[in-house]
Nanobody, 118 residues
Framework: QVQLVESGGGLAQAGGSLRLSCAVSGRSFTTLIMGWFRQAPGKQRELVGVIRSDGSTHYVDAVKGRFTISRDNAQMAMFLQMNSLKPEDTAIYYC????????????WGQGTQVTVSS
C-alpha cells in the first residue's frame, strides 16, 4: 500500500511563491508516476502536472512557466514549486501516485490547502 503525505501549503500573496512536498512510502518510488492535482471550491479536481520516473514532466497550460515539478528518488519525495501565484491558483492540492506497470493502481494524498490573496 502506498502512502502519500503532502505538506507546505498555506497562504501567499499574488505574485508570491510556495513549495509543496509529497512524501511517499510503501512502494519503490521509481515504479511510480507522480502527479499534482488541485480542486478549487465548487470545481472538479484537475491535473496540474505529472513527472515520470525518468524526470520528464508535463504541465497544463494554466501553470506552464510558473510551476515546476521535481522528484528526489533517494528521498522518495515529489515537490511542486509554485511561483508567480495568482488568486485562481487557490485550491486544495493533491499528490497522486500511479503504478507504471499493469495492473495500474492509483493512490492519493490527503491534500493541502493553498490560498492566494490578491
Amino acid at each position: 500500500q502506498v502512502q502519500l503525505v503532502e505538506s507546505g501549503g498555506g497562504l501567499a500573496q499574488a505574485g508570491g511563491s510556495l513549495r509543496l512536498s509529497c512524501a511517499v512510502s510503501g512502494r519503490s518510488f521509481t515504479t511510480l508516476i507522480m502527479g499534482w492535482f488541485r480542486q478549487a471550491p465548487g470545481k472538479q479536481r484537475e491535473l496540474v502536472g505529472v513527472i515520470r520516473s525518468d524526470g520528464s514532466t508535463h504541465y497544463v497550460d494554466a501553470v506552464k512557466g510558473r510551476f515546476t515539478i521535481s522528484r528526489d528518488n533517494a528521498q522518495m519525495a515529489m515537490f511542486l514549486q509554485m511561483n508567480s501565484l495568482k488568486p485562481e491558483d487557490t485550491a486544495i492540492y493533491y499528490c497522486q501516485a500511479s503504478t507504471n506497470t499493469p495492473p495500474v493502481r492509483v493512490y492519493w494524498g490527503q491534500g493541502t490547502q493553498v490560498t492566494v490573496s490578491s
